[in-house]
């Protein structure tokens, strides 16, 4: 028998839930692109864009993914043989340097593991050691989705400044936007990169770019640059179809401002933070509740130092596999897998698995995904240690 029918909840890290009435939006007959409301919704977008982001910087909007976003920051910021030092705290740390060297950057990577953030002083180190101001931009990513810590990026900042160097200061913030606090101004971040699919609310489609003035600068000289992925056009258009490097993803950006009102004028970015907040520690508490009873613990040890928008967790044997296997066939919920933890030919890559708690999430969608977890132990004999719904529900109640 299964307990699947019904609707099923994704509880994954991107694509996350797209809210009902942003599916609305998107639900109509296309609209003209040369005159009339898209032009002037598109208008109010970047306005409120620039404020989820806490900036004044200007954004540009991309018909891609993160993947693309990362391409396109890359190609404003380098040329060829230019020098990028990367903090890697996990797969998507990883994937930008990787994308970086694949475009014809030197690439520096400090590595830092998969259970703890960027350390400030190794990056302050590294730049201290770059006498010959070759390094063009530091990357580091806020949120790296595999691994779920957060990285402090004013720590970042500050170390950049402490080393006298003139890096840029780029950001990955696919997954904390909307999520988690985040202030590119007040941050000092140069260079900030997100996409549709997961604080946002959206489909996947539009990747997103920040340039401050500072970046806008330096981008110029930048000889990776492309017709597509040029940044000046798309900030500073003559026609409306420069913004974004042909037609524009219209039905996406009708979702899109149905989401940035749901979060900026509806709920409030602090309110979105807060929430996200108290729902990440109810699952913490779960899965500490859990690790005492069973080969389970939470990817980072720190509380400070993880995400609100993710979890990833291990549970011994391959445990987590087999949950996530049962909790999709029998009860409906997907958990993410886990990425970059282990080998792909290694048994332990069968002990990883992810719980977002991002975007259109409330206490009942993060109670109900625990407590189907829960009975997914009990039905799979993982053991596990009790008390972790109560400790859930304690977290939101205190809240509440």
């Given at each position: 028998m299964t307990l699947s029918n019904g609707r099923r909840y994704l509880a994954i890290p991107g694509p996350t839930v797209v809210p009902d009435r942003v599916l609305a939006a998107m639900h109509r007959g296309s609209p003209d692109i040369y005159a009339g409301e898209l032009i002037a919704m598109a208008e109010g977008v970047l306005a409120d864009l620039r404020r989820a982001a806490a900036t004044r910087?200007?954004?540009?909007?991309?018909?891609?993914?993160?993947?693309?976003?990362?391409?396109?920051?890359?190609?404003?910021?380098?040329?060829?043989?230019?020098?990028?030092?990367?903090?890697?705290?996990?797969?998507?740390?990883?994937?930008?340097?990787?994308?970086?060297?694949?475009?014809?950057?030197?690439?520096?990577?400090?590595?830092?593991?998969?259970?703890?953030?960027?350390?400030?002083?190794?990056?302050a180190a590294a730049l201290g050691a770059d006498t010959d101001r070759k390094i063009r931009a530091v990357l580091v990513t806020h949120v790296d989705t595999a691994t779920a810590v957060r990285n402090d990026l004013a720590a970042v900042r500050a170390a950049i400044d402490a080393a006298g160097h003139p890096a840029l200061l780029a950001v990955d913030a696919v997954a904390s936007l909307g999520c988690e606090a985040l202030r590119m101004d007040d941050w000092g971040i140069d260079?900030?990169?997100?996409?549709?699919?997961?604080?946002?609310?959206?489909?996947?489609?539009?990747?997103?770019?920040?340039?401050?003035?500072?970046?806008?600068?330096?981008?110029?000289?930048?000889?990776?640059?492309?017709?597509?992925?040029?940044?000046?056009?798309?900030?500073?258009?003559?026609?409306?179809?420069?913004?974004?490097?042909?037609?524009?993803?219209?039905?996406?950006?009708?979702?899109?401002?149905?989401?940035?009102?749901?979060?900026?004028?509806?709920?409030?970015?602090?309110?979105?933070?807060?929430?996200?907040?108290?729902?990440?520690?109810?699952?913490?508490?779960?899965?500490?509740?859990?690790?005492?009873?069973?080969?389970?613990?939470?990817?980072?040890?720190?509380?400070?130092?993880?995400?609100?928008?993710?979890?990833?967790?291990?549970?011994?044997?391959?445990?987590?596999?087999?949950?996530?296997?049962?909790?999709?066939?029998?009860?409906?919920?997907?958990?993410?897998?886990?990425?970059?933890?282990?080998?792909?030919?290694?048994?332990?890559?069968?002990?990883?698995?992810?719980?977002?708690?991002?975007?259109?999430?409330n206490a009942h969608m993060t109670l109900g995904t625990l407590a189907v977890m829960e009975a997914g132990m009990r039905a799979l004999d993982i053991p596990h240690g009790p008390g972790a719904l109560d400790a859930a529900a304690e977290v939101v109640a205190g809240a509440g």
């Open positions: 910087a200007a954004v540009a909007i991309y018909v891609g993914n993160g993947h693309g976003a990362w391409e396109a920051a890359i190609a404003n910021m380098f040329s060829r043989g230019d020098r990028a030092l990367v903090a890697v705290t996990g797969a998507f740390g990883a994937g930008w340097a990787n994308a970086a060297e694949g475009m014809g950057v030197a690439v520096e990577r400090i590595d830092f593991g998969l259970h703890r953030p960027a350390d400030p002083a190794a990056i260079v900030l990169v997100a996409a549709s699919q997961k604080g946002l609310m959206c489909p996947p489609g539009i990747g997103l770019l920040w340039l401050s003035d500072r970046a806008r600068t330096a981008a110029r000289d930048a000889d990776l640059r492309t017709p597509y992925w040029e940044f000046e056009s798309r900030a500073d258009p003559a026609e409306f179809w420069h913004r974004f490097g042909g037609t524009p993803p219209t039905h996406h950006l009708y979702g899109l401002r149905e989401a940035l009102t749901m979060l900026l004028h509806e709920e409030g970015l602090e309110a979105a933070w807060a929430r996200h907040a108290v729902l990440a520690r109810a699952v913490w508490a779960a899965f500490d509740a859990w690790g005492r009873g069973g080969d389970i613990a939470l990817n980072i040890a720190a509380p400070g130092d993880r995400s609100h928008a993710v979890t990833a967790a291990r549970i011994g044997g391959g445990g987590a596999a087999r949950l996530r296997a049962w909790c999709e066939a029998v009860a409906g919920v997907t958990l993410g897998v886990g990425i970059g933890m282990a080998e792909p030919d290694d048994p332990a890559r069968d002990d990883f698995l992810r719980v977002a708690h991002m975007g259109h999430v």
